[in-house]
């Protein structure tokens, strides 16, 4: 079974089993709808100028992509193989951002600007059939989202979720000083791509003067990095320059492995859709395996008060039954003779039992008012004061599924009612827990 076929698979089992669970905890599913929609995506960000371009029209083979030594692109530009008739053809951002069948109609929320600034570029090269790569517009020092027009970290973010791969593309000059690669490595990324998706590369290194020349650039990168994603292990870096333009007389055979392995990781990112696809499963259904198991929690807190107060109700409700019209009787005077009287006599009729009766429908009020005035709001807003104690969060990761969750979990508190006696919580729990157990990993296993 090929990629495609497993995707194909992937995608009917979630719509079958997922679907209506996302469904009935309010999750968005577009994340992932999105990825199953369409081929894989390598996505090319970096500093201006950095060879993002340049390296795209190599892969191409054509000059699809316009490369300048100033800021040169202004536009996300989403490039593919469509068959041999449609190379050359152009789609605006607004038939893209309209179009179900793409991944790209979440980006219509961000605004005009960036419609304007999206579009669709059909080339030739049958090696971009089953992928799509897309440029970007280089990352700039001191630009606002005024200044762009548009929320340009949200559209990287956005971008980075559907990748499969994100090359992050740097050069000697400027190696990782600039404040929108800063904000995109410190803050974006790591929310929205996994570190297995993200490839650094260094690249135009043919113009450093000399060896140790690019040392000090490495180890400036290095340096920008550890700075800016917190760690001290530096990942591989891809060291490469173009083979069109090194400085005459360079020999770059030593670098051209390096471009190579680059480009083959780019050109093989579709194998790793599928992969992408179930780690993005399996984090949002284990989010929702922790929503699941709060609310099932919460409603059996409330089954339990339920179970008190009917307990305690139901023995209130006895004894209203058998002493109300006794005690009437003391306190008031009436009615003359009381059920339990008439039983004894031997003189019961229907009249002896409409005191029972209101004692009974008084009890039964009383006990509701109680539960749903006095009991269930409380348990609810001491809930709604510390959701944690809703879930067991004994390590590191279902601490940090948790802070995802929690907003989601407190919306649907506040919108739960005493309804939650009856909900299936528990069976929608055992549906997750059987998924993650069972259909995740036999895909797993296949992918292996
Ligand atoms: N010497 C050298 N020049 C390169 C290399 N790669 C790209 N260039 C040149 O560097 C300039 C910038 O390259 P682009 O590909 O336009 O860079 P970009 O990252 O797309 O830039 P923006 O679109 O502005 O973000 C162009 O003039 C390229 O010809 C390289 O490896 N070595
Ligand atoms: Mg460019």
């Not at 039954?321 to 003359?336: A, H, N, R, T, V």
């Amino acid at each position: 079974m090929d990629e495609k076929d497993l995707q194909n698979l992937l995608k009917t089992r979630i719509h079958q089993t997922l679907l209506p669970l996302f469904d009935k905890y309010n999750r968005d599913f577009s994340d992932l709808e999105s990825l199953l929609k369409w081929k894989p995506i390598v996505l090319l960000i970096g500093n201006y100028s950095s060879g993002k371009s340049t390296l795209i029209n190599e892969l191409a083979g054509e000059d699809i992509q316009r490369t300048g030594q100033a800021p040169t692109d202004d536009s996300f530009t989403i490039i593919t193989h469509e068959g041999a008739d449609k190379a050359g053809e152009e789609i605006p951002g607004s038939s893209l951002v309209n179009d179900e069948t793409l991944p790209f109609t979440n980006l219509k929320g961000l605004g005009e600007q960036l419609i304007s600034h999206l579009h669709m570029k059909k080339v030739a090269t049958p090696l971009l059939t089953d992928m799509a790569i897309i440029d970007s517009p280089g990352m700039l020092d001191s630009v606002t989202e005024k200044d762009r027009g548009y929320n340009y970290m949200a559209v990287i973010a956005h971008l980075a979720k559907l990748a499969d791969l994100v090359v992050l593309m740097f050069d000697p000059l400027k190696a990782g000083t600039i404040k929108e690669t800063y904000t995109a490595i410190r803050d974006t990324l790591p929310e929205n791509a996994g570190e297995d998706r993200l490839v650094f590369v260094m690249s135009r290194i043919d113009e450093c003067d000399s060896t140790s020349d690019l040392v000090r650039s490495y180890g400036t990168l290095c340096w920008n990095l550890s700075q800016m994603t917190g760690r001290k292990d530096i990942p591989h870096i891809f060291l490469t320059c173009s083979p069109d333009s090194p400085r005459p007389g360079l020999d770059i055979t030593p670098w051209s492995q390096e471009r190579d392995q680059l480009k083959n990781k780019i050109l093989t990112a579709p194998k790793f859709r599928v992969f992408h696809i179930l780690q993005d499963i399996d984090r949002q259904v284990n989010e929702l395996q922790l929503t699941c198991e709060a609310m099932a929690n919460f409603s059996s807190q409330v089954r339990t008060k339920l179970l008190d107060i009917a307990k305690l109700g139901s023995v209130a409700t006895i004894l209203a039954f058998f002493f109300s019209g006794l005690l009437s009787k003391l306190i008031f005077g009436f009615p003359e003779q009381s059920m339990l009287e008439a039983l004894l006599q031997g003189e019961m009729s229907f009249v002896h039992l409409t005191f029972p009766l209101a004692g009974v429908t008084f009890v039964v009020m009383g006990f509701w008012i109680w539960l749903t005035r006095i009991t269930f709001p409380r348990l609810l807003s001491q809930r709604l004061a510390n959701p944690r104690s809703l879930v067991t969060l004994e390590s590191d990761y279902r601490r940090h599924l948790w802070e995802k969750v929690e907003k989601h979990v407190l919306g649907l508190l506040r919108s739960a009612g005493l309804g939650q006696i009856f909900a299936a919580h528990n069976r929608n729990l055992n549906k997750i827990k059987k998924f993650l157990r069972k259909d995740l990993k036999e895909f797993y296993e296949k992918i292996r």
